[in-house]
């Protein structure tokens, strides 16, 4: 059974960091693209990032160009998504997501399995 894991979140200001971590067991994760999705309260499900299999191609949404990067350990069978600059506004469950496929997506409906989200919450 695949079983994704997020872990990272949490409460920061205006300006931090975070990286978060998404931990893979169950299903063969070297050649499999990884997503970064978000969920704000009362909005819907967004794409925010995403990794091909092999690693060499990387895609972002716009808000995330800059202030977010998304990266893999296949030897650990992670993905992590560091965010700098955190804004009010990034404040949201985020989750990460496994497509059985190398390339990278921005379509939920492309994945396959999905984490159960870690809270990102960014004070003013």
């Known amino acids: 059974q695949v079983q994704l894991a997020e872990s990272g979140g949490g409460l920061v200001q205006t300006g931090s960091s975070l990286k978060l971590s998404c931990t893979v067991s169950g299903r063969t994760f070297v050649g499999a693209a990884m997503g970064w999705f978000r969920q704000a309260p009362g909005k819907e499900r967004e794409f925010v990032a995403s990794i091909s299999g092999n690693g060499k191609t990387t895609y972002y949404t716009n808000f995330a160009k800059g202030r977010f990067t998304i990266s893999r350990d296949n030897a650990q069978n992670r993905t992590f998504l560091e965010m700098n600059m955190l804004k009010p506004e990034d404040t949201a469950v985020y989750y990460c997501?496994?497509?059985?496929?190398?390339?990278?997506?921005?379509?939920?409906?492309?994945?396959?399995?999905w984490g159960q989200g870690t809270q990102v919450t960014v004070s003013s």
């Open positions: 997501a496994y497509r059985g496929d190398n390339n990278i997506a921005s379509s939920g409906r492309w994945y396959d399995y």
